[in-house]
């Protein structure tokens, strides 16, 4: 079994910084890719930021600039960076890990950003 366990969501104040993390149960290299969606209520879960395997990331274009996504494979765990927070980044943010056949997914973190 795989779990991916995201923490450090919470309260910011809007212009802040947070910092997720997405620990993975066994090596994050044995993943195609890991990355960071999010699901606001009434919308689709969409996109934030990726990486692949080899390293190549990608960002969804509203937080380009604004979010990292990172990875320790020591600690078998992906990061997102999250700087000059907005209103709208407020969302249920979820860790994914991308096989071939499967994709895994956290249980979900919640970032809101206050004005």
């Known amino acids: 079994q795989v779990h991916l366990v995201e923490s450090g969501g919470g309260l910011v104040q809007a212009g802040g910084s947070l910092t997720l993390s997405c620990a993975a149960s066994r090596s994050i290299f044995s993943f195609n890719a890991m990355g960071w969606y999010r699901q606001a209520p009434g919308k689709q879960r969409e996109l934030v930021a990726d990486?692949?395997?080899?390293?190549?990331?990608d960002y969804a274009e509203s937080v380009k600039g604004r979010f990292t996504i990172s990875r320790d494979s020591a600690k078998n765990t992906v990061y997102l960076k999250m700087n000059s927070l907005k209103p709208e980044d407020t969302s249920v943010y979820f860790c994914k890990a991308t096989t071939i056949n499967y994709d895994y997914w956290g249980q979900g973190t919640q970032v809101t950003v206050s004005s």
């Open positions: 990486i692949a395997v080899g390293g190549t990331a």
